[in-house]
């Protein structure tokens, strides 16, 4: 079951997802195998994740999807000590620039920006709301992460947010209508 049936247009990237865009880029992009020993077979949702992730990509060159990230997001990937995914962040951190500059400033999401600040979503860790609220401020309709948790407050976070906070299957399941007008 899908939060709704709109398409989402900006979509903020949590660092997992940049992480796992950089680890399996083969997979999302070249159709490259998968090991039967990969980490991702440890999340019994991770292959289905990634071909909702891949086929979110496969249309992503003709979509108009905006893919954003924030500073809060480079606080992530610069604590993984990892170059390439440095170099990767800064990939999609140009891909964001291009967007503002094609678009204009973001329009922050006020209701949801007052709602976190308000204190009415109180099992937010610290890194999530940082990470949320900067969705909000750039205007993103949509939060994807490949982790379980957070989406299982996706309802109650879209009610209070006005932001879905999604893994790649239920931002595929909302895609799908469409998908046959951007391949």
Not at 40 to 66: C, N, Q, V, Y
Not at 86 to 105: F, K, T
Not at 166 to 173: D, F
């Amino acid at each position: 079951m899908t939060l709704a049936t709109d398409f989402p247009q900006r979509i903020f990237l949590d660092s997992s997802s940049l992480q796992t865009m950089l680890n399996y880029g083969g997979f999302l992009y070249e159709d490259e195998d998968i090991g039967i020993n990969d980490p991702i077979h440890k999340d019994s949702f991770g292959i289905a994740k990634l071909e909702a992730l891949r086929k979110i990509m496969l249309i992503s060159e003709r979509a108009p999807f905006e893919f954003a990230i924030s500073r809060n997001s480079f606080k992530e990937v610069e604590r993984a000590r990892d170059s390439s995914y440095l170099r990767w962040a800064y990939d999609v951190l140009d891909h964001w620039n291009a967007c503002i500059e094609e678009s204009g400033p973001p329009e922050p999401n006020a209701t949801g920006l007052e709602a976190i600040e308000s204190g009415r979503i109180q099992y937010l860790g610290a890194g999530d709301r940082a990470l949320l609220v900067d969705a909000l401020r750039f205007g993103c309709d949509t939060f994807l992460t490949m982790e379980n948790k957070l989406p299982k407050n996706g309802l109650h976070l879209h009610k209070n947010l006005g932001i879905y906070v999604e893994a790649p299957i239920s931002v595929w399941e909302r895609i799908k209508p469409w998908a046959t007008l951007f391949r």
